[in-house]
């Protein structure tokens, strides 16, 4: 006999069930302090990342074509899909919820660890090595121990930021999406002034033409640019209208996400020559070239001296870099960490990992621990590539998409598979088609992240194959080249671990999951988090 599916939690206002005992009384901590135009600003600094403008920038003008095709077949089907959950069950935890609704709690954990832990490997690798470039670009060197005193301060000043209330922390992204706003269109202004003192670099229009071998190369930081909608669900609760504004907030933040993303990249491309372009310095790089407008110069061999009124907005955008770069892992940091928390109180995780704290209501305990991970993986990282910081951007940004992505494979489907077991859970958006609709937005998302895993694990799959052009060693991230076992190692070894990760914090929640089907709270839940 078919067991049937569990009662879908649904907004506290509806007097719905707890997901389990465990999670009721941290519930009641939570503090409704989110609008709507809170959500927008929060999912603008979600999207629009600036440790990836550059990824995008080195792969000449065909990333711009692959971006709009994007948009098209993967950020508006994974727009629609989100829009509906999260509008069909507001509920704090969000794509953990979801997934526990179609999967079952012991899928649902282990895949909430994936996307959790992939924030401190983000915070840890990619945004503070980027942070710490930018520094040395604009400021002053960081020798020795002093490059790892400033990736401490970094994630720790994140960490400070996270643990507040979210009255408080609400700010941060709002910070973020102001400063991400006022740098991008500070630099697009800069560059029309650029082009017309000293022009700009052509562009063929043969450059533009979509390759495999490109949309190989292209498709993993693409689709990470386009990702972060669903972060706001893991904070439905503290909305006051989730069933209103997460719709109404992806479809606006995601016009802004593709202007704000496809200007700067054009802009680089004008400013400089598509050899100089590099992943991790592309776009500071071209903020420097272009500043020399208000104090500079050039010399022969491309090294840019900034002097004047040229040095001071060089600095001012530095400065926005960085607060751009710790505001995006803080934002990420806020959804995740909620939606690891209340898997934790529903049992698969450790118990006294899913309390809320009665003074913040933040989840801190969850919070500390990912700062003390992104500092391990700091400092570990660091010393096993020997600083070389190429290497460790390439390695750190692969893991993080790889390890989210993961995540979303299991995540999306949910989509298809609740319309199915909860035919009449009211939805206030559903994606248009009915069924059909559902399966299509749910099929066209999961398989663009599944085949992103694939090339992130082995970069160039495909390429060569039945006639297609170039080398699959070409694929390779340029600090990794000729050491694809070394690049593999990288991505498949921390996935082995963080999956096995995964399956130790279910097996700590064994307890937690005992007395809730006793109907009992877990021990500790009631004391203050």
Not at 73 to 84: H, N, S, T
Not at 125 to 135: F, P, R, V
Not at 299 to 306: E, F, K, S
Not at 431 to 436: A, E, F, I, K, S
């Amino acid at each position: 006999m078919t067991q049937a599916p569990p009662v879908p939690p649904t907004p506290p206002a509806a007097g719905a069930p707890d997901l389990s005992a465990g999670w009721g009384e941290q519930r009641s901590r939570l503090r409704k302090d989110l609008r709507r135009l809170d959500v927008l600003f929060f999912l603008i600094c979600t999207l629009v990342g600036l440790d990836t403008i550059g990824s995008v920038a080195a792969q000449g003008p065909e990333g711009l074509t692959w971006m709009a095709i994007l948009a098209l077949v993967f950020f508006l089907p994974y727009g629609l899909l989100v829009a509906e959950l999260g509008s069909a069950f507001p509920v704090q935890g969000g794509p953990y919820v979801w997934t526990r609704l179609a999967f079952g709690r012991l899928v649902a954990g282990v895949n909430q660890l994936l996307y959790w832990i992939s924030n401190p490997v983000w915070v840890g690798g990619s945004l503070c090595i980027i942070a710490l470039t930018t520094w040395e670009e604009f400021f002053t060197p960081l020798p020795g121990a002093w490059k790892y005193l400033a990736g401490l301060v970094f994630i720790w000043g994140g960490a400070l930021a996270v643990v507040q209330s979210v009255r408080i922390g609400k700010w941060v992204p709002i910070a973020g999406a102001v400063a991400r706003i006022v740098l991008l269109g500070f630099f697009l202004v800069s560059v029309v002034v650029f082009a017309a003192e000293h022009g700009v670099h052509t562009l063929p229009a043969g450059e533009f033409a979509p390759t495999y071998a490109g949309f190989v190369a292209l498709v993993p930081v693409l689709i990470f640019n386009y990702v972060g909608f669903e972060l706001p669900s893991s904070a439905a609760e503290e909305m006051k209208n989730p069933r209103r504004d997460i719709p109404l907030s992806i479809l606006r933040s995601g016009v802004a996400a593709v202007l704000l993303y496809g200007g700067p990249i054009l802009g680089i491309l004008f400013v400089l020559p598509g050899r100089e372009i590099g992943s991790l310095g592309g776009f500071i790089d071209a903020c420097k070239a272009v500043f020399t407008v208000y104090g500079g110069s050039v010399a022969a061999d491309g090294t840019v001296t900034l002097t004047g009124l040229g040095s001071v907005f060089g600095g001012v955008a530095a400065a926005g870099l960085i607060i751009g770069l710790l505001t995006s892992g803080v934002t990420w940091a806020m959804g995740a960490h909620r939606a690891q928390a209340v898997a934790c109180a529903d049992g698969a995780g450790p118990a006294w990992l899913g309390r809320i704290s009665e003074k913040h209501g933040t989840p801190v305990r969850v919070n500390l621990l990912s700062a003390v991970l992104a500092s391990v993986l700091f400092v570990v990282a660091l010393n096993l590539t020997g600083g070389n910081g190429e290497k460790y951007f390439a390695a750190g940004l692969g893991l993080t998409i790889c390890t989210t992505f993961i995540s979303y494979v299991i995540t999306f489907p949910s989509l298809a598979v609740l319309r199915r077991t909860y035919p009449d859970q009211p939805r206030p958006y559903a994606v248009p088609g009915g069924r059909t609709g559902a399966w299509i937005v749910s099929l066209l998302a999961t398989g663009f992240v599944a085949f992103t895993v694939i090339v992130l694990i082995w970069p160039g799959f495909g390429v060569g194959w039945f006639g297609t052009a170039g080398s699959a060693a070409d694929s390779l991230p340029a600090s990794f080249a000729g050491e694809r076992l070394q690049y593999t190692l990288s991505q498949v070894l921390p996935l082995a671990l963080f999956i096995g990760v995964g399956l130790v914090f279910y097996a700590c929640g064994a307890g937690a999951r005992r007395r809730s089907r006793a109907g009992v709270t877990a021990p500790g839940t009631g004391s203050r988090g």
